[in-house]
């Protein structure tokens, strides 16, 4: 496990978040840490490189804690961060990560080529049902949504978010999510 790698990533992601020109707040960081948390489980569940995967998901968001002009484009954008990113470490794998990056979006449906890539994808979703109180502030604070717009946004965050998820991860989250709508509703 390349540590040295996971601890920059760690820090560096942290401090982007923390900054002011950072349009989601550090909501976004308790988000990405959800991710890699999230990927971790699941890496160990199917059997895809932890490394890839923890690396993967510390950067997927990295490109729109940056700059939020490149948030609609944040997976390409971000795929091509990690590689300046992790061609300062020679990192091996850095193309398996970029296309976990790339494929990350459920908005953005594409063929995730490698349980890797699934992982991530499936972490990135699940991850909304860790941190709904991160997706509030995103309605009330920074879309300024009145209560029962907000309360829309955030159950159709959710349901967009599981039904993004592969079959696999669907049964395994199945009763996460079935909990996390009923305190919502």
Excluded at 161 to 166: G, H, I, R, T, V
Aim: net charge negative.
């Amino acid at each position: 496990m390349r540590n040295d790698i996971i601890e920059y990533l760690q820090s560096e992601v942290k401090r982007r978040c923390e900054s002011e020109s950072n349009f989601f707040g550090m909501g976004c960081y308790y988000h990405i840490c959800a991710v890699v948390e999230n990927a971790v489980f699941l890496a160990e569940k199917y059997g895809a490189n932890v490394e890839v995967v923890t690396i993967a998901a510390w950067l997927h968001d990295i490109a729109s804690v940056t700059d939020y002009s490149l948030y609609d484009e944040h997976h390409i954008h971000g795929a091509r961060m990690a590689e300046e990113i992790l061609g300062g470490f020679g990192y091996d794998k850095t193309d398996l990560v970029k296309r976990c990056i790339l494929n990350h979006r459920g908005s953005k449906p594409t063929e995730k080529r490698s349980i890797e890539e699934i992982c991530v994808a499936d972490a990135d979703a699940v991850s909304h049902f860790d941190s709904v109180p991160s997706l509030f502030y995103l309605a009330y604070v920074k879309r300024k949504l009145d209560i029962a717009e907000g309360i829309e946004f955030v159950r159709g965050k959710l349901e967009r978010s599981f039904n993004k998820l592969s079959e696999q991860s669907k049964a395994l989250y199945s009763d996460k999510y079935d909990k996390v709508m009923k305190v919502i509703r």
